[in-house]
């Protein structure tokens, strides 16, 4: 009678939150992690690993994190045993069947579920309950029961996001143009100003609804939600579905020829004018300042 | 003699059975459907028959088309004994229906509605060859010549075989009372040859009415036994009320708890007979503002589909759905959305209700649709990705935009608007601003003015403040009945606590709601729309703008205003006090969307823009104003006037008005 924890490290804090939770269920908790070796991360030669190692120590439950990785790996182990799984709980009961509550519908309503099947198989809902660090992590190596089917899906490389450019939704400043930009040759300024600081491009909706900019660009409450240091915002008004997904910005630049434009009840700094004027006298000036 | 019964006989018991096997296999289709209260209404019900089934009401708001069919409709009633005088007379040549076959006048009405048909069969095939409208697009168009074919056959052989009995002087009534019969009888000479063709003219009448009625259940052509009992059954109540879903009736057992539609065993009856009913004459597709603006939806093409599926699983869901049911293994039905109907389609419909006021026989496309969409978010959890931020800002910000309930009331300070805390005595009118008109700042202006008048009139009004919450409109109509739904009960329970009994609301999307939506909740109100005030306050001259002849304004109807609720007069009044009115050629209950109905204000739009189209319309009829009751509309418009750099300016009936000097 034990409860067998996948511990992604023993130092991952939602592994640590999961050896806890496991706790609740009564039985000694043995935690374990996975010597992959050259193999990398292969969600089915793990789970089968965690079958193997189970059965070898008479486990009545297994139980993941819930994070991206547990959940993957736990979900294996749920088809290969051919037994239900409760994934992200927030509490969880020993008894047969087990009692958990989990979490449903991103996060709007907690579910009482009775879960049936042995072992029992369940991930835990990250900060359902705090971490504290784990006693003892037991590593195993792949087990000689995975196949070459479980062994391959697996991590083969791993590289940096991003192809070049700079991605919206993580980029430190932003450079947005709207209506007021007239063409999707008039970006040229809007670039050139993102490309001197580094920035991303971004645009309203009324320039996606123009075609001048794919939708991957648009900011707003059905583009792209950002939050980067500077925000500059050229010939956009400040419709409420552009501020939606700009609010989280630390400061906000708006350059607009209209001064009544609502934009500027919301700028930190401001511009009346002509982004075709101004933009491309803030690159010139950058330009000087760097010669 | 003997040998014409046994063959009317056998052809009856034919063409009866063929009919009947069909017909138990619809009506057991009906009676698997989920339930669905339809109950009550009898005196609408009884003139939704006489207006739109006898008087053709909806088939004639187009008049040409519409004629046709109330020919062909009405000669069907008039000729109806004439099949039995028929077969009475195929058995026996000198035998007829007491009291009807040797009536002259009735000669003479089977006469002129025999010729009716035929003028109506011949004008509908010029329609459908020649004139070829787009609304007939995707219909089965070789299924309706075969009908017209077989009507044809039935009337042309009537009147020969009325022709040719009285060229042998076997007419049981006076020649002359059917003068087009007695004209075709001159053809025929009193011989042996018109003998023959006498019992082959009644013959043909006969077998082809007999193969008619086999055919007719397997057709489309199944809306004459349907729509009758479609429209009995159809909405009595607002259009713009949706079918609550019951996840917590006790009286609803929990495997019976609908999530929408998912398969054809989801739907409910009368969706069932939704799809029997459709004739697929293209009416709905014609108005609708996502096909006419390049979307892949057709709201025709939606009940095609839906009743493909229900045919095709139609017998696995019977067994499903039967009492003997259970024990084995449960049939495998297709999914609807992406084989039914597909996706992209579901996620197009703005809820406008265009095509449900549209069609003739009282089919309500918008339950189908949000129906599928209910199923997509709720059990699949499959919708568009953009829409997403709004239902989670809903949640956790009990607005679509994710604003900080705090500022709800920013729009009032200084405005002197009372916000009615918990305990305060209540107020004669609550004074529902809603999200919109709270927050966008182009929408704003619709509150800041309305209160401004309230006060200027001297009415008794508060406001809820931060207590205000979103009435669920956009997640329901996403297909979100949870979110819907705890929003709802939180909105009653504040409004019923406060002991609120009448409700001014800015957005026709609120109104519809709180008005039609929450008495479902235990939320009773009189809801009325701040134009309905402001036109009475005006006609009690307690409001007095001063009219501007030179200002020509055109009015956009929401349709969640003109058409769900059928509040036409008094933003129009409140334009005709400021201003010179002229429509537009789409206004009143046949308005154009503005495209963001439907929760499509978070959405993103594919294709051609609805609210560019609406706005060139507007932009044609030569006003410089471009009048708005809703704030969605007011957003939506006012972008398409900026995309199309329109020399229109939009704004809201209680700007207008202020405008004018009424809150000086």
Partial sequence: MTTLVFVESA??????????????????????????????????????????????????????????????????????????????????????PVSVTRVRWGGSLL????????????????????????????????????????????????????GGGVSLADADVVVSGGRGVGSAEGFSVIEELAALLGAAVGCSRAVTSAGWRPHSDQVGQTGTKISPEIYIA???????????????????????????????????????GDLHEVVPAISAEIRKVRG | MVIGAVALAAALGVSGWLFTTRVEFLVSL??????????????????????????????????????????????????????????????????????????????????????????????????RKVVRPKRFDGSHLGEADLILAMIATIVISLLLWHASRIALGLNEWPRHWAPVSNLLSHLFADNQTTRVLERVFVWIHVLTILAFLAYLPRSKHLHIASAAFNVWYGRTGPGGKLETLRFDDPSVPEDEIRFGAGTAADLTWKEVLDTYS???????????????????????????????????????????????????????????????????????????????????????????????????????????????????????????????????????????????????????????????????????ATAENTAKLLRKA????????????????????????????AFAEQNVATLNEAGVTKIIANCPHCFNTLGNEYPDFGGEYEVIHHSE?????????????????????????????????DVLAPPRELVAAVGQPVEMQRSGKQTFCCGAGGAHMWMEERASQINDNRVREAA?????????????????????????GAELRVADVATLLVQAGAAD
């Avoid at chain 1, 990398?40 to 990785?69: C, H, M, N, Y």
């Avoid at chain 2, 007829?96 to 095939?125: K, N, R």
């Fill in chain 2, 533 to 565: 005030v402001l036109a009475r306050l005006v006609a009690e001259g307690r409001l007095k703008p001063q009219r501007d002849e030179g200002l020509r304004v055109t009015y956009h109807d929401s349709c969640y205003l003109a058409r769900h609720n």
């Fill in chain 2, 30 to 127: 009906i009676r698997a459907g989920a339930p669905l209260d339809r109950s009550g209404g009898r005196e609408r019900r009884v003139r939704n028959e006489a207006t739109i089934v006898l008087g053709q009401r909806k088939l004639l708001q187009r008049l040409v088309p519409g004629l046709i069919h109330a020919f062909i409709f009405w000669g069907f009633l008039v000729l109806g004994p004439t099949i039995v005088i028929a077969m009475i007379g195929a058995v026996s040549k000198h035998a007829t229906f007491p009291w009807l076959g040797d009536q002259g006048w009735y000669a003479l009405l089977d006469d002129i509605f025999a010729v009716l048909v035929l003028v109506g069969v011949v004008s509908a095939l010029y329609i």
């Fill in chain 1, 111 to 162: 579910e009482e579920a009775q879960l049936h099947g042995s072992p029992a198989l369940l991930t835990t809902a990250a900060h359902a309950v705090a971490a504290e660090p784990i006693a003892s992590v037991q590593t195993v190596a792949i087990s000689d029961g995975v196949s070459d089917a479980d062994r391959a899906v697996h991590v083969s490389e791993t590289v940096p996001a991003g």
């Fill in chain 2, 620 to 644: 044609a009829t030569g006003a410089s104003t471009l009048a708005v009751a809703c704030p969605f509309c007011t957003v939506m418009l006012d972008d398409g006037v900026q995309g199309a």
């Fill in chain 1, 234 to 272: 050229c010939g956009i008004s400040g419709a409420t579905q552009h501020m939606a997904g700009c609010k989280g910005a630390k400061h906000l630049l708006a350059i607009n020829p209209d001064g009544e434009a609502s934009i500027f009840s919301s700028a930190d700094y401001g511009v009346i």
């Fill in chain 2, 278 to 444: 459709c004739t697929e004459c293209g009416r709905c597709q014609d108005v609708c503002p996502a096909f006419a603006t390049g979307k892949t939806l057709s709201p025709k093409l939606v009940i095609m589909g839906l009743r493909d599926q229900v045919f095709a699983d139609g017998a696995s869901v019977i067994r499903l759905r039967g009492s003997e049911a259970s024990g084995g293994v449960e049939p495998e039905l297709a999914p609807l959305a992406g084989n039914a109907v597909p996706e992209e389609s579901i996620w197009d419909c703005v809820t406008c209700g265009a095509c449900v006021q549209a069609c003739p026989v009282s089919i309500e496309h918008i339950d189908h649709i949000v129906d599928l969409r209910r199923h997509l978010v709720m059990v699949e959890s499959s919708f568009p990705a953009e829409a997403e931020p709004m239902l989670r800002d809903i949640e956790r910000a009990s607005n679509p935009w994710g604003k900080s309930q705090s500022d709800r009331a920013e729009w009032a300070h200084g405005l002197g608007v009372r916000v009615l805390e918990p305990g305060d005595p209540a107020p004669e009118y609550l004074y529902w601003v809603g999200c919109a008109t709270s927050f966008d700042e182009r929408a704003r």
């Fill in chain 1, 11 to 96: 130092e991952d804090e939602l592994s640590q939150q999961a050896v806890v939770m496991a706790g609740s269920l009564g039985a000694p908790v043995s935690a374990v992690s996975i010597d992959t070796g050259s193999l990398g991360f292969a969600p089915a030669a793990w789970a089968q690993t965690l079958v193997d190692t189970a059965r070898e120590q008479g486990a009545t439950a297994i139980i993941a994190p819930g994070s991206d990785r547990g959940n993957e790996v736990l979900a294996h182990v749920a088809a290969k045993l051919d037994q239900p799984m409760a994934a992200n709980c927030t509490a969880i009961a020993a008894g047969d």
């Fill in chain 2, 458 to 485: 001297g009415v008794d009004f508060a406001i809820l403040g931060p207590r205000e919450a979103c009435t669920g409109d956009p997640a329901r109509r996403i297909g979100n009945e949870y979110v819907f739904q």
